[in-house]
């Protein structure tokens, strides 16, 4: 795998729960990095996500003010930061990059993809 996550697991509504992605072949300086979430009947969504290279950004409105993509580049390794949870935010999470993405980062095509980590929201 060129992108491995861990974390994830059970956490209260209104609780904090980071997830990382360390990526083993690719150097994250270079690409676009982004979280996205998958819910039963749902499509994937693209929560947050930036890159260093062109500076763009972009949230989720339904993550935003919660929600934090925080990349550490020293070691190739991006972090969701997510704060004041809910049962909503109970979902699959993907990390994923993409190199030379020129689109909007939370609806464009990414390349490489973690395995996926199960987060759930509940009391």
């Known amino acids: 795998l060129e992108l491995v996550q861990s974390g994830g697991g059970l956490v209260q509504p209104g609780g904090s729960l980071s997830l990382s992605c360390v990526a083993s072949t690719l150097d994250l300086q270079y690409y676009t990095l982004a979280w996205f979430r998958q819910t039963p009947g749902k499509a994937r969504e693209g929560l947050v996500c930036g890159s260093q290279w062109n500076g763009a950004s972009g949230t989720a409105d339904s993550v935003k003010g919660r929600f934090t993509l925080a990349p550490d580049l020293a070691k190739n390794t991006m972090y969701l930061v997510m704060d004041k949870v809910t049962p909503e935010d109970t979902g699959i999470y993907y990390c994923?990059?993409?190199?030379?993405?020129?689109?909007?980062?939370?609806?464009?095509?990414?390349?490489?993809w973690g395995q996926g980590t199960q987060v759930s929201v509940s009391s």
């Open positions: 994923a990059a993409q190199f030379n993405l020129k689109v909007d980062c939370l609806t464009g095509t990414y390349d490489h």
